[in-house]
């Protein structure tokens, strides 16, 4: 007879049954820590340790506002409307009227809302729905990293393979297209690209575009542009893939009102591009949900169509990040003004006060630990260390006074790079 303690410790039943996508019977049983939960365990740790300390939090990943107040009226105005109550399906038409809106106004980019745009749930369910379009088992998807993994997890999820990209210093954190394998090529259905790109903050030049459509012609792949950040843009205008020639022919872009409008939380985005893919997209997403709350559509389409909104929110996130970069470089960081995003991509110390890191995994440890200092940790294409403008501060002077005490601790440190 088995005893309570191996009642409750033994697999239950459909332990067997797990996909192999998940990792089939060996799901819940892995022993691997991720770097998120590395970070917050750091974290635990340096506040139970040091409590009266402040932690300089610059690892937090979203907005540190509220959505604008106007957007916040226009909720509450449209929540009490009945007509907005049901189901919403593939989007009501005047969030797609304000998409197409914004895309001319700010890009020049003419598309037909009723066929060429299509919301989403956020981006991330964009993500998760694209490669459902058009992976089979064997397809690849060429991604960049670092990056947001979504459509790898996706792509794998559908049996195919995920060609990775890395984004490296020495070419400008572009990827490298001419070193791509001619097989590769030939199975590859997607391209994930991200501009403003997340963490290393570098921009992608026109004729960069240009390359990428022509590619996407000669080899016969759809090209999919993450433009979560594209708002943030610090360094000119900020620029669409779609503005490209011919770039409408070979994809889409996914847009997201999160970083542009503080609408963190809202979940609400669109894709946008050829309208035989947008139309395969509103196919897997009405077997996929039944579309956002439709007073969110109406308060995001009045979100897009004021532009004073992510210019307040640009202007906040360039100042902040203007100050960061000449605390960082006082302190011995090799580090300029990013492109874009509201995130600082910086080699990673090689050590400090005599103990040694291995990797940028390393580095964050000591800094949160040590030092109070969060950031997140990059090891995929070199050592380097994300830090996000996106801190808790209420005004301008809060910012200068987190900056002068992260300047005193990263100083006091004897960083080695």
């Known amino acids: 007879?088995?005893?309570?303690?191996?009642?409750?410790?033994?697999?239950?039943?459909?332990?067997?049954?797990?996909?192999?996508?998940?990792?089939?019977?060996?799901?819940?049983?892995?022993?691997?820590?991720?770097?998120?939960?590395?970070?917050?365990?750091?974290?635990?740790?340096?506040?139970?340790?040091?409590?009266?300390?402040?932690?300089?939090?610059?690892?937090?990943?979203?907005?540190?506002?509220?959505?604008?107040?106007?957007?916040?009226?226009?909720?509450?105005?449209?929540?009490?409307?009945?007509?907005?109550?049901?189901?919403?399906?593939?989007?009501?038409?005047?969030?797609?009227?304000?998409?197409?809106?914004?895309?001319?106004?700010?890009?020049?980019?003419?598309?037909?809302?009723?066929?060429?745009?299509?919301?989403?749930?956020?981006?991330?369910?964009?993500?998760?729905?694209?490669?459902?379009?058009?992976?089979?088992?064997?397809?690849?998807t060429m991604m960049t990293v670092p990056g947001y993994p979504v459509a790898g997890t996706h792509t794998r999820y559908y049996g195919g393979d995920v060609f990775r990209l890395p984004l490296l210093a020495e070419n400008n954190f572009l990827p490298d297209l001419d070193?791509?394998?001619?097989?590769?090529?030939?199975?590859?259905?997607?391209?994930?690209?991200?501009?403003?790109?997340?963490?290393?903050?570098?921009?992608?030049?026109?004729?960069?575009?240009?390359?990428?459509?022509?590619?996407?012609?000669?080899?016969?792949?759809?090209?999919?542009?993450?433009?979560?950040?594209?708002?943030?843009?610090?360094?000119?205008?900020?620029?669409s893939f779609l503005e490209t020639p011919g770039a409408m022919d070979v994809g889409v872009e996914v847009h997201s009102m999160s970083k542009g409008y503080d609408m963190i939380g809202w979940r609400m985005g669109f894709v946008a591009g050829h309208e035989r893919i947008v139309s395969a997209?509103?196919?897997?997403?009405?077997?996929?949900?039944?579309?956002?709350?439709?007073?969110?559509?109406?308060?995001?389409?009045?979100?897009?169509?004021?532009?004073?909104?992510?210019?307040?929110?640009?202007?906040?996130?360039?100042?902040?990040?203007?100050?960061?970069?000449a605390v960082l470089k006082e302190c011995g960081f090799q580090c300029e003004m990013p492109g874009g995003t509201y995130f600082l991509y910086s080699p990673s110390p090689k050590g400090a006060n005599g103990e040694t890191f291995a990797k940028a995994e390393d580095a964050t440890r000591f800094l949160i630990e040590q030092l109070g200092i969060v950031t997140v940790p990059w090891d995929d294409a070199g050592s380097f260390l994300r830090f996000s403008v996106t801190y808790v501060a209420a005004t301008e002077a809060d910012e200068d006074a987190l900056m002068a005490e992260t300047k005193r601790r990263l100083q006091d440190a004897q960083l080695v790079f």
């Open 1 to 140: 007879m088995s005893t309570a303690t191996e009642q409750q410790t033994a697999d239950p039943y459909f332990q067997e049954l797990f996909a192999e996508r998940i990792g089939g019977s060996q799901y819940g049983k892995s022993t691997e820590i991720y770097k998120f939960e590395k970070i917050k365990r750091a974290k635990r740790k340096a506040l139970e340790t040091y409590p009266d300390r402040q932690l300089l939090d610059f690892g937090i990943g979203e907005n540190d506002a509220m959505a604008d107040e106007s957007v916040r009226q226009t909720m509450a105005a449209e929540v009490n409307k009945p007509e907005n109550r049901g189901y919403a399906d593939n989007g009501v038409i005047e969030y797609r009227q304000a998409a197409a809106r914004f895309m001319k106004r700010h890009f020049d980019v003419t598309l037909d809302p009723a066929t060429q745009i299509n919301h989403c749930i956020g981006s991330k369910p964009a993500y998760a729905m694209l490669p459902a379009v058009f992976i089979n088992p064997g397809d690849v």
């Open 281 to 325: 997209f509103a196919d897997v997403k009405d077997n996929s949900d039944s579309g956002q709350f439709i007073a969110t559509q109406k308060a995001a389409a009045a979100a897009l169509d004021d532009d004073s909104i992510p210019q307040r929110i640009n202007a906040k996130y360039r100042r902040r990040m203007e100050k960061l970069v």
């Open 179 to 239: 070193s791509i394998p001619d097989d590769i090529y030939r199975r590859t259905k997607l391209m994930v690209l991200n501009y403003p790109n997340s963490p290393t903050g570098r921009l992608a030049p026109p004729e960069f575009f240009e390359k990428v459509v022509a590619l996407a012609k000669e080899k016969q792949f759809v090209v999919v542009h993450d433009a979560a950040h594209i708002l943030l843009t610090f360094d000119g205008k900020p620029r």
